[in-house]
T-cell receptor, first 112, second 113 residues
Framework: KAGVTQTPRYLIKTRGQQVTLSCSPISGHRSVSWYQQTPGQGLQFLFEYFSETQRNKGNFPGRFSGRQFSNSRSEMNVSTLELGDSALYLC???????????FGPGTRLLVL | GDSVTQMEGPVTLSEEAFLTINCTYTATGYPSLFWYVQYPGEGLQLLLKATKADDKGSNKGFEATYRKETTSFHLEKGSVQVSDSAVYFCALSHSGGYQKVTFGTGTKLQVIP
């Protein structure tokens, strides 16, 4: 099976812009979770989608949003970018019934 | 809420040395426990997992045992290689209606020849 894929791999934006990141889960997986990884805060949970519904949400401002499509692909959007949003954004998928999550390579976002 | 505590890094070892990375957790119920590894410039890879008390997860020479009495899941390897240099994350997750993994802060391992 192909693994979790994320696009783009690298992105440079300026403050105030918005950005959309994409994640394609492992075939058959219906749960997609998003994480932000920074040197200072480590890995922080953003949100999880299952069958197009957000099931769980972390403690991030409303500028961070996501959605999931009927084919389980997911997108994450960050509006009004701030310098502090520079991070590696990781997507993970699972079947939804078991706990093991499988991670993509991440999208590295740099906000200037 | 749930939390995972890992030993501070970086850990520097010579090749063929014995490795232990400590991990303890706080959680309600009976979570599943994981070790993930992140190589430079890459995402996280599942290294091993254990789903109930006294289970031992193992992979690529790494082992960890789920100790409920001490709420620990320490990672061990008998003989490390340079290629093991990476950041290791301990994590926990609950089964059920949602997927949310709680990670430790990560421990950087550097193995020198």
């Amino acid at each position: 099976k192909a693994g979790v894929t994320q696009t783009p791999r690298y992105l440079i934006k300026t403050r105030g812009q918005q950005v959309t990141l994409s994640c394609s889960p492992i075939s058959g997986h219906r749960s997609v979770s998003w994480y932000q990884q920074t040197p200072g805060q480590g890995l922080q949970f953003l949100f999880e989608y299952f069958s197009e519904t957000q099931r769980n949400k972390g403690n991030f401002p409303g500028r961070f949003s996501g959605r999931q499509f009927s084919n389980s692909r997911s997108e994450m959007n960050v509006s009004t970018l701030e310098l502090g949003d520079s991070a590696l954004y990781l997507c993970a998928s699972s079947s939804g019934g078991e706990e093991t999550q499988y991670f993509g390579p991440g999208t590295r976002l740099l906000v200037l | 809420g749930d939390s995972v505590t890992q030993m501070e890094g970086p850990v520097t070892l010579s090749e063929e040395a014995f490795l232990t990375i400590n991990c303890t957790y706080t959680a309600t119920g009976y979570p599943s426990l994981f070790w993930y590894v992140q190589y430079p410039g890459e995402g996280l890879q599942l290294l091993l997992k254990a789903t109930k008390a006294d289970d031992k997860g193992s992979n690529k020479g790494f082992e960890a045992t789920y100790r409920k009495e001490t709420t620990s899941f320490h990672l061990e390897k008998g003989s490390v290689q340079v290629s093991d240099s990476a950041v290791y994350f301990c994590a926990l997750s609950h089964s059920g209606g949602y997927q949310k993994v709680t990670f430790g802060t990560g421990t950087k391992l550097q193995v020198i020849p």
